[in-house]
């Protein structure tokens, strides 16, 4: 099977289904959201964007791969405030009440 027919059967689907999610890679995540952070600090700042944040968690696609559903990163984001307070919620640990 060629790469444009593999392209085109995954946005259409096999056989009249919902077109599958679009998957980003890693480099892909970090352009979109990455704030020009280092790709070391990134990967920090996502896995505690996950573990505290509700961030999506990723899609294994094989033993040392994995991608993010364009969709639900998307949806995240949205689901966001806007501005600089959001950014330093994900990076410090919310202290307990006194």
């Not at 096999?14 to 070391?40: F, K, N, T, Y």
């Not at 944040?53 to 990723?58: D, I, K, Q, T």
């Amino acid at each position: 099977m060629s790469t444009s027919t593999m392209h085109s059967h995954r946005e259409a689907g096999a056989e009249g289904a919902p077109p599958l999610p679009r998957l980003l890679s890693r480099v892909e995540l970090h352009a979109l959201i990455g704030r020009g952070q280092r790709a070391g600090s990134f990967t920090n700042w996502l896995y505690r964007a996950t573990r505290l944040h509700g961030f999506p968690r990723p899609v294994l696609m094989g033993a040392r791969a994995v991608a993010w559903r364009e969709d639900e990163v998307r949806a995240w984001l949205e689901s966001r405030p806007r501005g600089g307070g959001e950014r330093n919620a994900v990076r410090r640990r919310p202290t307990e009440a006194a």
